[in-house]
Protein backbone atom coordinates (compact mmCIF):
# COMPACT_ATOMS: atom_id res chain seq x y z
CA UNK A 1 0.00 0.00 0.00
CA UNK A 2 1.15 3.20 -1.36
CA UNK A 3 1.68 5.94 1.61
CA UNK A 4 2.42 8.77 -0.12
CA UNK A 5 1.01 10.04 -3.21
CA UNK A 6 2.19 12.37 -5.69
CA UNK A 7 0.72 13.72 -9.16
CA UNK A 8 1.14 14.97 -11.41
CA UNK A 9 3.68 12.10 -12.98
CA UNK A 10 5.07 14.73 -15.44
CA UNK A 11 4.84 18.49 -15.96
CA UNK A 12 5.53 21.21 -18.43
CA UNK A 13 5.47 25.14 -18.15
CA UNK A 14 7.27 27.70 -19.42
CA UNK A 15 10.05 29.74 -18.51
CA UNK A 16 8.60 32.08 -15.41
CA UNK A 17 6.25 29.75 -14.62
CA UNK A 18 4.74 28.14 -11.62
CA UNK A 19 4.92 24.51 -11.46
CA UNK A 20 2.96 22.96 -7.98
CA UNK A 21 3.52 19.15 -7.28
CA UNK A 22 1.12 18.12 -5.08
CA UNK A 23 1.48 15.01 -2.47
CA UNK A 24 -0.94 13.50 -0.03
CA UNK A 25 -0.01 11.09 3.03
CA UNK A 26 -2.29 8.46 5.21
CA UNK A 27 -0.08 8.15 7.92
CA UNK A 28 -1.37 10.87 10.68
CA UNK A 29 2.28 9.54 12.48
CA UNK A 30 4.17 11.52 9.92
CA UNK A 31 6.35 14.77 11.05
CA UNK A 32 8.89 15.39 8.60
CA UNK A 33 8.07 16.00 4.88
CA UNK A 34 10.90 16.35 2.61
CA UNK A 35 11.36 17.27 -1.16
CA UNK A 36 14.06 15.90 -3.01
CA UNK A 37 15.06 16.75 -6.43
CA UNK A 38 16.91 14.54 -8.68
CA UNK A 39 18.85 15.08 -12.28
CA UNK A 40 19.61 12.67 -14.68
CA UNK A 41 22.80 10.83 -13.47
CA UNK A 42 23.01 11.70 -9.94
CA UNK A 43 20.95 10.73 -6.93
CA UNK A 44 17.72 12.27 -5.27
CA UNK A 45 19.15 16.04 -3.59
CA UNK A 46 17.46 17.48 -0.07
CA UNK A 47 15.73 20.12 -1.50
CA UNK A 48 13.41 21.83 1.30
CA UNK A 49 11.71 20.15 3.76
CA UNK A 50 8.61 20.97 6.31
CA UNK A 51 7.33 19.99 9.64
CA UNK A 52 3.91 20.13 10.17
CA UNK A 53 3.72 22.60 12.84
CA UNK A 54 4.08 25.46 9.88
CA UNK A 55 1.67 25.46 6.80
CA UNK A 56 4.20 27.33 4.49
CA UNK A 57 7.86 27.31 4.08
CA UNK A 58 9.83 29.22 1.61
CA UNK A 59 13.62 28.84 0.62
CA UNK A 60 14.68 30.26 -2.29
CA UNK A 61 12.42 29.96 -5.14
CA UNK A 62 10.89 26.68 -3.82
CA UNK A 63 8.07 26.90 -1.00
CA UNK A 64 6.20 24.12 0.28
CA UNK A 65 2.78 24.86 1.50
CA UNK A 66 1.14 22.39 4.48
CA UNK A 67 -2.39 21.01 4.86
CA UNK A 68 -2.28 18.95 7.61
CA UNK A 69 -6.41 18.55 8.18
CA UNK A 70 -6.35 17.57 4.33
CA UNK A 71 -2.81 15.55 4.79
CA UNK A 72 -1.28 17.35 1.75
CA UNK A 73 1.31 19.16 1.03
CA UNK A 74 2.70 20.40 -2.37
CA UNK A 75 5.93 21.95 -3.70
CA UNK A 76 5.66 25.72 -5.52
CA UNK A 77 8.73 26.82 -7.83
CA UNK A 78 8.64 30.33 -8.25
CA UNK A 79 10.01 32.02 -11.51
CA UNK A 80 11.04 28.32 -12.95
CA UNK A 81 14.31 28.23 -14.82
CA UNK A 82 15.39 25.50 -17.56
CA UNK A 83 17.65 24.79 -14.79
CA UNK A 84 15.16 23.58 -12.50
CA UNK A 85 14.23 20.13 -15.11
CA UNK A 86 14.42 17.24 -13.11
CA UNK A 87 13.06 14.52 -11.43
CA UNK A 88 11.37 15.81 -8.00
CA UNK A 89 9.99 13.38 -5.33
CA UNK A 90 8.19 13.87 -1.94
CA UNK A 91 8.84 11.81 1.23
CA UNK A 92 7.44 11.45 4.28
CA UNK A 93 8.77 10.15 8.02
CA UNK A 94 7.73 9.72 11.40
CA UNK A 95 9.54 10.17 14.62
CA UNK A 96 10.46 6.63 16.04
CA UNK A 97 10.23 5.66 12.71
CA UNK A 98 13.49 3.98 12.51
CA UNK A 99 15.02 6.53 10.02
CA UNK A 100 12.70 5.50 7.40
CA UNK A 101 11.51 7.79 4.37
CA UNK A 102 8.31 6.97 2.57
CA UNK A 103 8.39 8.51 -1.10
CA UNK A 104 6.31 9.31 -3.57
CA UNK A 105 6.27 8.15 -7.34
CA UNK A 106 7.92 11.06 -8.48
CA UNK A 107 6.67 14.20 -11.12
CA UNK A 108 9.51 14.70 -14.22
CA UNK A 109 9.31 18.63 -14.41
CA UNK A 110 10.59 19.98 -17.64
CA UNK A 111 10.71 23.97 -17.79
CA UNK A 112 10.95 25.23 -21.67
CA UNK A 113 12.18 28.31 -22.90
CA UNK B 1 28.88 16.38 -4.45
CA UNK B 2 26.87 15.02 -2.08
CA UNK B 3 29.71 13.58 0.06
CA UNK B 4 28.37 9.84 -0.80
CA UNK B 5 30.44 8.12 -3.22
CA UNK B 6 29.42 4.72 -5.38
CA UNK B 7 31.27 2.69 -7.26
CA UNK B 8 30.77 1.20 -9.82
CA UNK B 9 28.57 3.81 -11.82
CA UNK B 10 27.26 1.30 -13.68
CA UNK B 11 27.20 -2.94 -14.18
CA UNK B 12 26.27 -5.69 -16.44
CA UNK B 13 26.21 -8.65 -15.01
CA UNK B 14 24.75 -11.91 -16.09
CA UNK B 15 22.36 -14.43 -13.89
CA UNK B 16 25.28 -16.59 -12.33
CA UNK B 17 27.70 -13.55 -11.26
CA UNK B 18 28.70 -12.59 -8.14
CA UNK B 19 29.84 -8.70 -7.70
CA UNK B 20 29.47 -6.02 -5.13
CA UNK B 21 28.33 -2.61 -4.77
CA UNK B 22 30.60 -0.19 -2.67
CA UNK B 23 29.49 3.08 -0.79
CA UNK B 24 31.85 5.43 1.06
CA UNK B 25 30.35 8.68 3.12
CA UNK B 26 32.45 11.02 3.79
CA UNK B 27 30.45 13.22 5.93
CA UNK B 28 30.80 11.69 9.61
CA UNK B 29 27.42 10.23 9.38
CA UNK B 30 26.07 6.99 11.61
CA UNK B 31 23.80 5.69 9.60
CA UNK B 32 23.76 4.21 6.18
CA UNK B 33 20.74 2.90 3.77
CA UNK B 34 20.30 1.11 0.34
CA UNK B 35 17.65 1.74 -1.45
CA UNK B 36 16.54 0.47 -5.01
CA UNK B 37 14.71 3.12 -7.86
CA UNK B 38 13.02 1.58 -10.68
CA UNK B 39 11.02 3.55 -13.34
CA UNK B 40 7.82 4.74 -12.06
CA UNK B 41 7.76 3.29 -8.44
CA UNK B 42 8.62 5.02 -5.42
CA UNK B 43 12.51 4.35 -4.05
CA UNK B 44 12.13 1.58 -1.84
CA UNK B 45 13.95 0.91 0.83
CA UNK B 46 16.06 -1.76 1.22
CA UNK B 47 18.49 -1.71 4.39
CA UNK B 48 19.80 0.22 7.25
CA UNK B 49 22.23 0.53 9.27
CA UNK B 50 23.05 2.45 12.62
CA UNK B 51 26.07 2.35 13.82
CA UNK B 52 27.27 -0.60 11.74
CA UNK B 53 24.72 -2.62 13.05
CA UNK B 54 21.47 -3.78 10.61
CA UNK B 55 18.41 -1.82 11.76
CA UNK B 56 16.15 -2.72 9.01
CA UNK B 57 15.49 -5.32 6.37
CA UNK B 58 12.53 -4.58 4.04
CA UNK B 59 11.88 -8.30 3.10
CA UNK B 60 14.90 -7.73 0.62
CA UNK B 61 15.29 -11.43 -0.95
CA UNK B 62 18.63 -12.55 -0.01
CA UNK B 63 20.25 -12.76 -3.23
CA UNK B 64 20.95 -9.43 -1.81
CA UNK B 65 23.43 -9.39 1.28
CA UNK B 66 24.43 -6.41 2.83
CA UNK B 67 27.91 -5.61 4.61
CA UNK B 68 28.63 -2.35 7.12
CA UNK B 69 32.16 -3.13 8.10
CA UNK B 70 32.09 0.28 9.74
CA UNK B 71 30.02 3.63 9.92
CA UNK B 72 31.78 5.15 6.84
CA UNK B 73 31.33 2.05 4.40
CA UNK B 74 28.46 0.35 3.09
CA UNK B 75 28.27 -2.66 0.44
CA UNK B 76 25.62 -4.56 -1.31
CA UNK B 77 26.94 -8.13 -2.06
CA UNK B 78 24.85 -9.50 -5.48
CA UNK B 79 24.37 -13.19 -6.21
CA UNK B 80 22.43 -14.97 -8.75
CA UNK B 81 20.07 -11.62 -10.12
CA UNK B 82 17.52 -11.79 -11.73
CA UNK B 83 16.37 -9.95 -14.93
CA UNK B 84 13.62 -7.73 -12.32
CA UNK B 85 16.33 -6.73 -9.80
CA UNK B 86 17.94 -4.25 -12.85
CA UNK B 87 17.65 -0.65 -11.51
CA UNK B 88 19.75 2.31 -10.29
CA UNK B 89 20.91 1.34 -6.28
CA UNK B 90 21.16 4.17 -3.94
CA UNK B 91 23.28 4.58 -0.93
CA UNK B 92 21.98 7.17 1.22
CA UNK B 93 23.71 8.54 4.85
CA UNK B 94 22.28 10.36 7.49
CA UNK B 95 23.46 11.91 11.08
CA UNK B 96 21.97 9.98 14.23
CA UNK B 97 19.13 7.83 14.39
CA UNK B 98 16.81 10.06 13.81
CA UNK B 99 18.76 11.19 10.57
CA UNK B 100 15.98 12.99 8.33
CA UNK B 101 17.97 14.32 6.29
CA UNK B 102 19.63 11.29 4.12
CA UNK B 103 22.10 12.71 1.60
CA UNK B 104 22.33 9.91 -1.31
CA UNK B 105 25.23 8.92 -3.61
CA UNK B 106 25.52 9.28 -7.45
CA UNK B 107 23.57 5.22 -7.77
CA UNK B 108 25.01 2.27 -9.24
CA UNK B 109 23.05 1.60 -12.52
CA UNK B 110 22.86 -2.61 -13.01
CA UNK B 111 21.69 -4.49 -15.44
CA UNK B 112 21.07 -8.11 -15.15
CA UNK B 113 21.36 -10.21 -18.40
Known amino acids: QQQVKQSPQSLIVQKGGIPIINCAYE??????FPWYQQFPGKGPALLIAIRPDVSEKKEGRFTISFNKSAKQFSLHIMDSQPGDSATYFC????????????FGTGTQLKVEL | ETGVTQTPRHLVMGMTNKKSLKCEQHLGHNAMYWYKQSAKKPLELMFV???????ENNSVPSRFSPECPNSSHLFLHLHTLQPEDSALYLC????????????FGPGTRLTVT
Open chain 1, 91 to 102: AASKAGGGNKLT
Open chain 2, 92 to 103: ASSQGAQGYEQY
Open chain 1, 27 to 32: NTAFDY
Open chain 2, 49 to 55: YNFKEQT
